[in-house]
C-alpha cells in the first residue's frame, strides 16, 4: 500500500509551502503514514480485534493489524494534517520564545490532525477483516462498537 497522502494533497491545504524552501516531502509522507498506522495499532486495533469475528486469543494470525487491509483514502485528510504539523512546519520555525507564524500553524494543524484522525474513528474504520478485497458494511466498525464506554 503506498503512502495515505501525495505532495500534491499538501499544496491544497498550504499552496505557498514550497516557497520556503522544502521541495520535497516525500519522505515525510512515508512517516506519516507509519505514524497514522502506530497510532491505529495503539487506540484502534486493540478495541476491534477482541471483537472480531475471526479473531480469539488462540488465534496468532490476527493479533497483530495488518495495514494492506486498511482502505488508504479514509486517512488522507488526517495525514495531511500530521505531515504538515509534525514533519514540515517544525522545519520553518525558528522555536523561539515567541511563537511565529509556523508556530502558530503547527498548533492549528496538530489540533486538526487529532480532530479528523478521530472522526475517522467515530465513522469507522475500514479493514478488510476477510481479505476479499472489498468492504462490506460489516467491516466497518466504530471505535465504540457495541461497548459501554465509561
Same mark, same amino acid.
Given at each position: 500500500?503506498?503512502?495515505?497522502?501525495?505532495?500534491?494533497?499538501?499544496?491544497?491545504?498550504?499552496?505557498?509551502?514550497?516557497?520556503?524552501?522544502?521541495?520535497?516531502?516525500?519522505?515525510?509522507?512515508?512517516?506519516?503514514?507509519?505514524?497514522?498506522?502506530?497510532? *491505529?495499532?495503539?487506540?484502534?486495533?486493540?478495541?476491534?480485534?477482541?471483537?472480531?469475528?475471526?479473531?480469539?486469543?488462540?488465534?496468532?494470525?490476527?493479533?497483530?493489524?495488518?495495514?494492506?487491509?486498511?482502505?488508504?483514502?479514509?486517512?488522507?485528510?488526517?495525514?495531511?494534517?500530521?505531515?504538515?504539523?509534525?514533519?514540515?512546519?517544525?522545519? *520553518?520555525?525558528?522555536?523561539?520564545?515567541?511563537?511565529?507564524?509556523?508556530?502558530?500553524?503547527?498548533?492549528?494543524?496538530?489540533?486538526?490532525?487529532?480532530?479528523?484522525?478521530? *472522526?475517522?474513528?467515530?465513522?469507522?474504520?475500514?479493514?478488510?477483516?476477510?481479505?476479499?478485497?472489498?468492504?462490506?458494511?460489516?467491516?466497518?466498525?466504530?471505535?465504540?462498537?457495541?461497548? *459501554?464506554?465509561?
Amino acid at each position: 500500500m503506498s503512502n495515505y497522502t501525495t505532495d500534491a494533497d499538501i499544496l491544497e491545504w498550504e499552496p505557498s509551502i514550497k516557497e520556503y524552501g522544502i521541495i520535497d516531502f516525500s519522505t515525510y509522507h512515508a512517516k506519516t503514514k507509519s505514524d497514522v498506522n502506530r497510532w *491505529l495499532r495503539i487506540y484502534w486495533w486493540p478495541k476491534v480485534r477482541r471483537a472480531s469475528v475471526n479473531a480469539n486469543y488462540f488465534n496468532t494470525t490476527e493479533l497483530e493489524m495488518d495495514e494492506t487491509r486498511l482502505t488508504a483514502s479514509q486517512f488522507k485528510t488526517a495525514s495531511v494534517f500530521h505531515v504538515l504539523a509534525y514533519y514540515i512546519l517544525p522545519q *520553518l520555525t525558528q522555536h523561539g520564545e515567541n511563537p511565529d507564524r509556523f508556530r502558530m500553524m503547527i498548533d492549528f494543524y496538530k489540533n486538526k490532525w487529532l480532530e479528523e484522525i478521530n *472522526l475517522v474513528l467515530q465513522d469507522g474504520v475500514e479493514y478488510d477483516w476477510d481479505n476479499d478485497g472489498t468492504i462490506e458494511q460489516s467491516e466497518k466498525q466504530t471505535q465504540h462498537y457495541n461497548r *459501554l464506554v465509561r
